[in-house]
């Protein structure tokens, strides 16, 4: 399937596999991380924002959402974790389907961290907004207070618990909103824009952040170049329709397709020129 005014290159690349293998071949013995089959929405209005939507992550495997702005990656998104409801279609996570007796268990696995950390952000302290999600898993005392010491530490902001949130930098929001859902621990993490409004040492700090985690990952971004930092493979979606799915770097360098989607890398940038992501898929 392709969307419309998509070339013969697009085309080409929704066949293209990781590594050798089907991305969206299933395993039941070996449950993907996600599993998002026929994946169709339409808002109240009548708008179609996703068709069929296909899309199989592995334990552990870094993901690039890539397309241009209304492609349907944020409406995607919040269908991982139930927020929205398909009108057809199936989403699984950890061969879980999302459903409304799953929807704990569900919100568990996968943590969204939204483009903006104010809309996380919400207590008093630091410490009180990382602890939030385990203490309403029932999580208490010192089991609770290793969690967000946990949570703290990896995002480089636990000498910063007792802080008020709305005080800190944008970068250093950041940073506590990803580790108010590293303290739930979970299995996928599902990030929107997370390089926006930060400047380039927040940008590098922050890669660093994510390149430590074990937590599959998927990130929706216009920074493709962040996007080949970080993730060995990536998806194109246009018009709700996945158009290429395959290696980061050789879908950033087919001219065709990233013009046919409204893609832009920065002037001079030449993805062939990067050291690919490593491949942490368990």
């Known amino acids: 399937m392709s969307a419309p005014g998509a070339t013969g290159p697009a085309v080409g690349w929704q066949a293209a ?3 050798g293998a089907d991305p969206a071949t299933p395993s039941e013995a070996d449950p993907a991380a996600l599993d998002v089959r026929g994946l169709t929405f339409a808002y109240p209005d009548g708008r179609r924002a996703l068709h069929g939507v296909d899309l199989r992550v592995e334990p552990g495997e870094r993901v690039a959402l890539l397309g241009p702005n209304g492609a349907g990656k944020t ?8 927020i929205l409801r398909a009108s057809a279609g199936t989403v699984r ?14 919100r568990r696995r996968v943590q969204l961290v939204f483009q903006d950390p104010d809309d996380q952000l919400f207590s008093p302290t630091v410490r009180d907004d990382v602890a939030f999600g385990p ?16 949570a703290l530490t990896a995002v480089g902001m636990a000498e910063h618990a007792e802080r008020v949130p709305h005080h800190l930098s944008f970068g250093q929001r950041r940073r506590v909103a990803i580790a108010t859902v590293l303290a739930m621990r979970p299995d996928v993490l599902v990030l929107d824009e997370p390089t926006s409004n ?9 890669g660093e952040i994510l390149d430590g985690l074990d937590a599959a990952l998927l990130v929706a971004t216009h920074d493709l170049p962040f996007a080949l930092q970080l993730c060995p493979r990536a998806v194109v979606l246009d018009d709700g329709v996945v158009v290429a ?10 001219a065709d397709l990233m013009a046919a989607h409204r893609l832009e890398l920065p002037y001079g940038f030449d993805p062939r020129s990067v050291p690919p ?6």
Not at 245 to 254: C, E, H, N, R
Not at 277 to 282: H, K, L
């Open 245 to 254: 799915d395959g290696p980061t770097a050789d879908l950033l360098a087919d």
């Open 75 to 82: 409406t995607l998104a919040l269908h991982l974790d139930g």
């Open 17 to 19: 596999a990781v590594s």
């Open 277 to 282: 992501a490593r491949d942490t898929r368990r």
């Open 135 to 150: 203490a309403n898993l029932g999580l208490r005392g010192a089991e609770l207070d290793a969690r967000v010491a946990e």
């Open 198 to 206: 930060l400047d380039p040492a927040g940008r590098r700090e922050l």
């Open 93 to 106: 996570v950890g061969g879980l389907e999302v459903g409304p007796t799953t929807l704990r268990e569900v």
